[in-house]
């Protein structure tokens, strides 16, 4: 005869370690089937790398649309409580009676009182502002340029709000941002110059390499893709003697893939600068591109 056992209460609490878009699933699944879920993510919040995503593979749908309501459902949720800042020191115990160590860090900041004003990063007495003691390089930049800049700065003002105005006529005349541009504006600005790299890096309507007088978009979205538009890529490689993401030797042309234009029932669809052309067959490549003579 064996002997019975001695059971032990479960409690029905579960704990996920990773804030990321797995982690946020499987707590959402679980605290909806009544589990009281600790969600414990190493960083000040939870998202992972998802958060940090543009589009999500294979439909390009926005990834913040498809995070952001999990992140709020989270936040929110009865049967979750996130421990973020936080890492699991050691777990013992058995099935249903599990201890776990947790080491949080402190945040300084009461988290149910926070409303996000920023003021605790401005009043800190140990914030760390570094200083780096280097001469300033004087900007050097071609008369044209120059004349172009300050025209701009005279029609759309010196303040911040202005600068993403000033590198959308400066990327359209020019065709790209030329670096010392890009210096001449930050030093007349007063801000940093790193910052103008970043919002001409996050926008891909700029670039910071000449580009042709005609920039060729070819959509590669689903109905396109079905419809034949890797076949007008290759007969515009072919035409242009480039690839995707060049420009010709004179300037004339770019290329670029875009993903898609809104354009379905038209499919598969080619852009030139701003006009759309249609259910477009390779054999009808040359003739566009006569459109815009050199």
Known sequence: MIAPTQTHHITGAVMVIGGGIAGIQSALDLADGGFKVYLVEA?????????????????????????????????????????????????????????????????????????GCGLCLTRCPTRNQPRF????????????????????????????????????????????LPREVIGYLAYTLGIPVSRLYRIGTFYKAFSFIPRGAHTISICDGTACHIRGSPRLIAELRRELK????????????????????????????????????????????????KDYPE
């Open 43 to 115: 960083t000040p919040a939870i998202g992972g790398n998802m958060a940090r995503l543009d589009k999500t593979f294979p439909t390009n749908d926005c990834s913040m649309c498809i995070l952001s309501p999990k992140l709020v459902e989270a936040a929110r949720h009865r049967n979750i409580e996130l421990l973020t800042l936080a890492e699991v020191q050691n777990v013992t115990g058995t099935a249903g009676r599990f201890q776990v160590e947790v080491k949080q860090k402190a945040r300084y900041v009461d988290v149910t009182k926070c409303t």
């Open 133 to 176: 003691d280097v001469e300033e390089e004087p900007v050097i930049i071609d008369l044209k340029l120059k004349a172009l800049a300050d025209a701009l700065l005279a029609e759309h003002g010196t303040s911040q709000s202005a600068v993403i105005r000033i590198l959308q006529e400066t990327n359209a005349r020019l065709r790209y």
């Open 242 to 289: 480039i690839d995707v993401g060049q420009t010709t030797p004179d300037r004339r042309f770019s290329l670029e893939i875009v993903r898609c234009l809104g354009c379905c029932s038209l499919a598969p669809v080619v852009k030139v600068d701003e006009k759309i052309y249609g259910a477009v067959k390779p054999a009808e490549i040359a003739k566009i591109l």
